[in-house]
């Protein structure tokens, strides 16, 4: 009886450190939401790293085809409204189909600390794979490029056409600017009463 009590503080000592070190990470990553810029750059160097990695082992191409595969999903994702209008009418928020419809805001589908999150997971899991042999199967590369630019170049083309038709641009540039009336400043001052 004795050894069972024993596994059990074992494990849940285990499991009390796993929750400890997932409620650091999480309070880590917490605070890196305010520094896109620097978080990008990271994941930058862990895309300069893997790449490195693969050019210099000349191997492990079906994993950067299948890492190439996940990051345009998540670039369609991150690309797309939260609400498509082709495929469910809302409630909610939807993105303006006239010229005269209110302004809405537009809500990603995967927001960029999500987006940001799953490249660089995907970065750090592809990079450790190439440690291990077992994932180097030997394939024609060239093909799998070609391929995945026609699949870039076709998903892309698809995305942009609904953009056009939905008349929304999943970026912000600037501060909005609208062309309505100007009101005069000796107009506006001399109208109010103190």
Not at 38 to 48: D, E, K
Not at 183 to 194: E, F, I, K, V
Request: net charge positive; with cysteine.
């Amino acid at each position: 009886m004795e050894g069972v009590g024993g596994s059990n503080s074992a494990s849940a000592a285990t499991l009390d450190q796993w929750r400890q070190f997932s409620m650091r990470f999480q309070f880590y990553l917490d605070k890196t939401t305010p520094h896109a810029v620097y978080r990008w750059i990271a994941t930058a160097v862990l895309l300069v790293l893997y790449a490195v990695r693969v050019y210099y082992v000349q191997g492990f191409y079906i994993i950067t085809y299948g890492l190439g595969i996940y990051i345009l999903n998540l670039l369609i994702g991150f690309l797309s409204p939260l609400v498509d209008p082709e495929l469910e009418p809302s409630d909610g928020p939807l993105l303006p189909t006239k010229g005269s419809d209110e302004f809405k805001p537009f809500i990603r589908r995967l927001p960029e600390f999500k987006f940001w999150y799953a490249i660089t997971k995907a970065f750090i899991i592809s990079f450790l794979m190439t440690f291990f042999s077992m994932f180097d199967v030997p394939v024609f590369w060239p093909i799998l490029l070609c391929y995945w630019f026609v699949l870039f170049t076709l998903t892309m083309k698809r995305q942009i056409m609904h953009m056009i038709k939905y008349k929304y641009v999943p970026f912000n540039i600037g501060k909005q600017k609208y062309g309505g009336k100007k009101s005069s400043a000796g107009s506006s001052s001399g109208s109010r009463a103190d």
